[in-house]
């Protein structure tokens, strides 16, 4: 019978002929095999009588080759686990010459594994964050499934730019080299294949709002593009976002339900990834060990999300953080690489994480932004200088979630789009939604690959995606 491993590390009945087939991690004194297929952190143990083996079958059991072996599962007398196969009968699936093999059992740097990214789902490391990342992309659905959302997939191509920032992917179909002019020399696109210019999406939300003015709640969950070029352990030129969106609701209804959605996709993981925790919480400690106390983490892996479930996170206004940074030591001190003196500046991630960290030492959610540094569509607030924009911030990792109330009024919208110089023809659609049935509503996106730094403990967004995009990094 063939079992996965983690099937036969868990079977109930023992002292039965199974077959378990996977990568072999280990060969140790030509008797021990680890093996591991997967579908646990764990490996487990094939114990080898070589006396019973072709010598030609022995050599090729290398770190890294694909095996099939077949045996009786027995209670182990070793340490480390509790079951384990007697090998009888070995098969040799796919070699793996140790000279050329890269993943040799040893440390290996995050850094050179990214160069390996084909080959680095092996490892423990990143076979427990890529299972992770399935779970909590189902805990996702879940969630909104469990509370009456539908799942609503919004464009990847489009013609137009949600956020209002130049910072899009064009998706062209015209020769680069000859593409077809205007008049004045500018590139004609109403030849291209959409009849006009389009673009990768920055976001689903404008889509999002169209759903929710219908369905009351919807959610989208997909990929993001954005080409800035920042190259930071934060940003990902591709990202997946979710981004839920319910009518008949304020900014601060959008609140609750981000807390709550957030709270329950951490409980979710420690409820069911508990032994990939487990290994990653150590891998963080050992990765820390040679740092300064004060930039360890505080708490371990498991505790600091058990610590986010049990508190509320703080909320205040943008108003109130400026106060807080502008007396700030860090401030007065000029340790700030950005001092904060006068109210309307932008935060930045050292601010964020300062409030984060060091203030409140818990989430933050940060609202009413002064309208000028935040996009055209959120609503604006009765003291016409902030918007009802929310943002959350998390330890290590400062904003994590981006949402608002939408501005529903149309008079209000069409001057915000005036103000903020973009076409109304561009974004007809949107604006008609305003003008038939509109009613309150909100909603916010959040970072897929940010959450997952959360609860693995990774610390760059390019270790927590499989096969990350980043400028002038597309390999794989
Ligand atoms: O704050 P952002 O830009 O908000 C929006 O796009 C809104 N349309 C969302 C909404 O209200 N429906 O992005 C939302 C989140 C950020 O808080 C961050 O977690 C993540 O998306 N994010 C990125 N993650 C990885 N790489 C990037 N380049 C990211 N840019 C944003
Ligand atoms: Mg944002």
Redesign the pocket.
């Known amino acids: 019978m063939w079992l996965t491993i983690k099937e036969a590390l868990s079977s109930e009945k023992l002292n039965i002929n199974v077959t378990v087939k996977g990568w072999v991690r280990t060969f140790r004194s030509n008797r021990f095999i680890a093996l591991s297929d997967g579908t646990t952190i764990k490996t487990i143990q094939c114990v080898v009588d070589f006396e019973n083996f072709d010598e030609f079958i022995i050599k090729k059991i290398n770190t890294g080759a694909a095996i099939e072996v077949s045996g009786n599962l027995v209670e182990s007398l070793g340490k480390g686990q509790t079951v384990e196969v007697i090998a009888e009968e070995i098969k040799i699936l796919g070699e793996a010459n140790p000279e050329e093999f890269p993943l040799q059992p040893k440390k290996h740097s995050l850094e050179f594994l990214r160069e390996i990214a084909h080959l680095r789902p092996r490892t423990n490391t990143f076979g427990a964050v890529l299972r992770i990342r399935h779970h909590l992309a189902f805990a996702i659905h879940k969630y909104f499934n469990d509370k009456g959302y539908f799942y609503l997939h919004a464009p990847i191509i489009t013609g137009s730019d949600?956020?209002g920032a130049g910072e899009m992917f064009k998706v062209t179909t015209l020769d680069l080299n000859n593409p077809p002019k205007n008049e004045d020399g500018s590139i004609n696109y109403k030849e291209d294949f959409f009849g006009k210019a389009t673009n990768l999406t920055?976001?689903g939300?404008l889509e999002?709002e169209l759903g929710a003015l219908a369905l009351s709640k919807v959610y989208t969950f997909g990929p993001t593009f954005?080409a800035?070029n920042s190259n930071t352990s934060?940003?990902?030129a591709e990202?997946w976002?979710i981004?839920p969106e319910v009518a008949f609701a304020d900014i601060f209804d959008n609140m609750d339900i981000a807390e709550e959605f957030l709270k329950y996709c951490i409980n979710y993981i420690l409820e069911n990834c508990g032994d990939d925790l487990e290994f990653l919480e150590q891998r963080k400690i050992d990765a820390e060990k040679d740092l300064p106390q004060d930039q360890r983490s505080a708490m371990p892996l498991r505790e600091t999300l058990k610590f986010v479930l049990e508190n509320n996170f703080e909320r205040l206004t943008y108003t109130e953080a400026i106060n807080i940074l502008k007396n700030s030591k860090p401030n007065k001190k000029k340790k700030f690489q950005y001092l904060v003196n006068e109210w309307g500046v932008d935060l930045q991630s050292e601010h964020e994480r300062f409030l984060v960290e060091k203030e409140f030492k818990k989430p933050v959610i940060l609202y009413n932004y002064p309208k000028e540094i935040k996009a055209f569509y959120m609503r604006q607030n009765d003291d016409n200088k902030t918007v009802a924009a929310m943002d959350i911030l998390f330890p290590g990792i400062g904003?994590?979630?981006?949402?608002?109330q939408r501005e529903e009024r149309l008079d209000v919208l069409k001057q915000k789009i005036a103000d903020f110089n973009i076409e109304e023809e561009e974004v007809w659609w949107y604006l008609e939604t305003r003008k038939f049935g509109t009613v309150p509503h909100a909603?916010?996106?959040?970072?897929f690959?940010?959450l997952m730094l959360f609860v693995t403990g990774m610390t760059n967004?390019r270790d927590v995606i499989p096969f990350p995009r980043t400028p002038k990094n597309a390999e794989f």
């Open positions: 949600a956020e920055v976001s939300q999002a954005r800035e934060r940003h990902l990202f976002m981004e904003e994590i979630v981006g949402g608002s909603g916010f996106g959040l970072g690959e940010r967004v």
